[in-house]
Structure formats: C-alpha cells, structure tokens
C-alpha cells in the first residue's frame, strides 16, 4: 500500500536558520503531495500542495517540489521564524476509480521548534 | 466558512462504555472523513462518505467502531465497548469532489475530538 516517510524529529533550530525537512513516499498510483501543518493546540492546516511531476508548492516562505524520480517532496524554507514552530506533516493522496484525489496517507510528522 | 466543527473536544469515559463524536462539515462540502491520531503518529484514515454514502472503510474500523452520515450533512463516529487502546485524537475532514474533475479540493480539517479511555 502507499506510505509516507519522513524525517524524525524533533528538529530545533535558531531563528533565520535554514529548514529542510525530508519527504519520501510509495505509492502504486499517480499521488497528489502534500504538507499539513499542526500548530500548538490547533488542528491541521493545509501548508502547500503539489499535483504532478516538478511542480513547486510554495506558501508563507515553505516551498517542495514534487520529485518523481527520487519520490521524493521535501519541504524547505530559507529563514523560519519562532512563529514556524508546529509539527509538519508530508501526505500524499490516493486517487479513486475516478481519477480524483481522495483519502490521505500520512507520514509521522516532524516536529519543529524555533528558538529566537 | 465555519470551518469544520467537532463536538466535543475532549471525552473521557470508562472502559467498556460507549461515545459518540459528532462533526460537522464545511457547507458545501461532500464529502467526510474520519481519521484517527496517535500520540507522536500521523493521521490514519478510518473511512470516509461522499454525501451520505460510505465509500470506504480501513481495516482500522473494528466492528465496535460505526460511523454515519445519515442526510449528507453532519455526521457521528461511534464507539462501542470502549478499550484503552481507543484512546486517541480523533479528526473529521471534509473536501469538495466533482465529478470529472482530476484534482479536487484538499481536504479541510477539524480541531479534533481527544478521547481518553480510563
């Protein structure tokens, strides 16, 4: 069936460091990407998407690019701020008889702290 | 847009008793799912219904575990006889499908429902 793996945290840096947290995944179809977000005592906000092949998501400074060759997604950011500091999930999803994306799979997620 | 909401927020309960979660959707949302979180784990997907059909369920969903959506809208998780082992996080999620559309809306998620089983 398809899984995600993703780096294992916890993961502390300072703020303005760089951020790389690594994605894989398999999958027997065609998956749309994604990263999720848990924020402290929040619930799961939607960070980026990507839907095919070399597409970039990118939102609030995060970027992945959807790597096929390396089944891979992983999520960057060139300087985190204290306010970054969440859990991070990589997820990918399925597609149904149709065609369309549907259920999620998701990694263990990654938790993140940055320090000021 | 509320938002998905989901009631309650936090239960307690005894082993061997039974409870049931309620979420509601976003509006025009058709689709539910239900997933169920771990301390330190991702989100494992329990099942999920497009208006007021269930499409799928995992291997997940014993048989103490039912889930409705009876008029499309809202929908309830049941858990019967509960065990230690069903504590949990438990999330609702909801998305927009059309059909022959290839990408459809990602799914939006609920602040969860914290089941604790003494």
């Given at each position: 069936?398809d899984?995600v793996?993703q780096m294992?945290?916890?993961?502390?840096?300072?703020?303005?460091?760089?951020l790389?947290i690594?994605?894989?995944?398999?999958?027997?179809?065609?998956?749309?990407l994604?990263?999720?977000?848990?924020?402290p005592?929040?619930?799961?906000?939607?960070l980026?998407?990507?839907?095919k092949?070399?597409?970039?998501g990118s939102n609030?400074g995060?970027e992945a690019?959807y790597?096929?060759e390396?089944?891979?997604?992983?999520?960057?950011?060139?300087?985190?701020q204290?306010?970054?500091s969440?859990v991070?999930?990589?997820?990918?999803?399925d597609?149904?008889s149709?065609?369309?994306?549907?259920k999620?799979t998701?990694?263990k997620?990654t938790?993140?702290?940055?320090n000021? | 847009?509320?938002g998905?909401s989901q009631?309650?927020?936090?239960k307690?309960?005894?082993?061997g008793?039974?409870?049931t979660f309620?979420?509601?959707?976003?509006?025009?949302?058709?689709?539910?799912?239900w997933?169920?979180?771990?301390?330190?784990q991702g989100?494992e997907f329990?099942?999920y219904?497009?208006n007021?059909?269930?499409?799928?369920?995992?291997?997940?969903?014993?048989?103490?575990f039912s889930?409705?959506?009876p008029?499309?809208s809202?929908?309830?998780?049941?858990?019967?006889?509960t065990e230690?082992?069903?504590s949990a996080?438990?999330?609702?999620?909801s998305?927009l499908?059309l059909?022959?559309?290839?990408?459809n809306?990602?799914l939006h998620?609920g602040n969860?429902?914290?089941?604790?089983?003494?």
């Amino acid at each position: 069936g398809d899984s995600v793996t993703q780096m294992e945290g916890p993961v502390t840096l300072s703020e303005e460091a760089f951020l790389t947290i690594n994605c894989t995944y398999t999958a027997t179809g065609y998956p749309s990407l994604f990263w999720y977000v848990q924020y402290p005592g929040e619930g799961l906000q939607l960070l980026l998407k990507a839907t095919k092949a070399d597409d970039k998501g990118s939102n609030k400074g995060f970027e992945a690019t959807y790597r096929k060759e390396t089944t891979s997604f992983h999520l960057e950011k060139g300087s985190v701020q204290v306010s970054d500091s969440a859990v991070y999930f990589c997820a990918l999803s399925d597609r149904d008889s149709g065609g369309s994306n549907y259920k999620l799979t998701f990694g263990k997620g990654t938790l993140l702290t940055v320090n000021p | 847009d509320t938002g998905v909401s989901q009631n309650p927020r936090h239960k307690i309960t005894k082993r061997g008793q039974n409870v049931t979660f309620r979420c509601d959707p976003i509006s025009e949302h058709n689709r539910l799912y239900w997933y169920r979180q771990t301390l330190g784990q991702g989100p494992e997907f329990l099942t999920y219904f497009q208006n007021e059909a269930q499409l799928e369920k995992s291997r997940l969903l014993s048989d103490r575990f039912s889930a409705e959506r009876p008029k499309g809208s809202f929908s309830t998780l049941e858990i019967q006889r509960t065990e230690q082992g069903d504590s949990a996080m438990y999330l609702c999620a909801s998305s927009l499908y059309l059909e022959g559309v290839s990408y459809n809306s990602p799914l939006h998620f609920g602040n969860g429902t914290r089941l604790t089983v003494t």
